[in-house]
């Protein structure tokens, strides 16, 4: 009897622990690929074909991430509606990121990778070009992550 107590309690320990590390994972995945996907949108909307193949490579990749993540993350919570909540959350962070970023406009934001010397003549370029265009992606995220989140309340447990 206490083995199979203790088989039980093992048992649950291990699909917690298992359901926990999917979740992060895939929470990081999905995280990760929305907010790399910010800088990379304007160039494969407006780009001129310098960095196509660069640019072609990266949003494959990212949004592989984000498949990647939402499978991860409905396999350790298995219910639609927690992971429409929380990837209804995660939408609207890199939103929020892309809003600031354009909020404080191009001068405060190259101020600001100046200070850590992160410029380059890559960076400069592509802020003096595509910020207005980072809006127009935080409003398509907005909407997105409200969607996931406002349906979440659609679904039953």
């Known amino acids: 009897m206490k083995i199979e107590k203790g088989l039980l309690k093992a048992k649950k320990v291990e699909r917690f622990v298992e359901s926990r590390l999917l979740s992060f ?4 995945l999905y995280f990760f690929g929305l907010t790399a ?12 074909g310098r960095l196509d193949y ?9 949004l ?19 992971t ?15 809003f600031v970023f354009s909020f404080f406009g191009k001068k405060a ?5 100046t200070r850590f010397e992160l410029t380059s ?6 802020i003096n070009k595509y910020v207005p265009s980072v809006v127009t992606i935080a409003i398509f995220y907005f909407f997105i992550g409200s969607a996931f989140f406002i349906s979440s309340y659609f679904w039953k447990k």
Not at 38 to 45: A, G, K, M, S
């Open 64 to 82: 592989f991430f984000v498949a990647l993540g939402l499978m991860l993350v409905f396999a350790a919570k298995e219910s639609p509606k927690k």
């Open 37 to 48: 996907l910010v800088p990379v949108l304007p160039f494969l909307l407006f780009s001129s």
């Open 25 to 28: 994972l895939g929470k990081f």
């Open 84 to 98: 429409l909540r929380y990837l209804g959350f995660s939408t609207l962070l890199p939103a929020i990121f892309a």
């Open 109 to 113: 934001v190259i101020s600001i990778l």
């Open 121 to 126: 003549y890559l960076v400069v370029p592509w």
């Open 54 to 62: 660069l640019v072609n490579r990266t949003t494959i990749l990212s």
